[in-house]
């Protein structure tokens, strides 16, 4: 009789502590994304392919993360959230993490010699973005402290989008290789999506704390 009651009770923290653990996955693979950008200009080959190798390895384990949320929800009669919400989340927090060793891998694949600076910038400015997400994701059983990291967000967000448009004009207008505009357009493109992506976590909380208000 325990068993039952308790399946059918809200299983609050198990999903905000997985919540929680996720977000600080993004973090973990920020850090690692980070210091790969920060050095990748002095490293050599063999050592960015093992900065790269670490980030894919995160990756994988944020995969098995997704499913594990994905799974309990499934399995779950009652929830502390809309399960469309919790699912959203999970699965916007899993998008961050693939567009980190996405761009992480491409730098290998389009055999990227030296990072711009304008790249560099729209990515440091996409990884507070993702420490943002981490702490409003963190807050979300105290949704009345969230608002001032949300907001952040949609400043950092407003900022990358003028970093990836003066990129992307600057690019046209001085790059003459074509491969070359192919490659770091779509390079641009993924830095620009991880602050988009931020922003849709947080408008996303921003809908639940209305609700839960």
Known sequence: MKRVIKFF????????????????????????FGKLLKDYNKLT?????KKVKEIVKIEQEADHLTHEIVALLHKSFITPLDREDIHGITHLMDDLVDLMDEIATKLLQYEIKAIPENFFDLCAVSLQALMEVNKAVSLMKKPNLINPHLRKI??????????????????F???????????FKDLYERAESLTDKSQDVA???EGIVVKHA
């Not at 198990?14 to 920020?30: A, H, N, P, R, Y």
């Not at 080959?45 to 392919?49: C, F």
């Not at 949609?154 to 690019?171: M, Q, S, V």
């Not at 207008?173 to 490659?183: D, G, M, S, T």
């Open 45 to 49: 080959l063999i050592q960015r392919k």
């Open 9 to 32: 009770m809200p299983q609050e923290d198990v999903f905000f502590d997985l919540l929680k653990k996720q977000s600080e996955m993004v973090c973990k693979t920020g850090s690692l």
């Open 173 to 183: 207008k001085k790059e003459k290789n074509a491969v070359k505009i192919i490659k």
């Open 203 to 205: 408008i996303l909380i």
């Open 154 to 171: 949609h400043d950092l967000e407003d900022e990358g989008d003028k970093i990836f448009y003066d990129a992307i004009t600057n690019l």
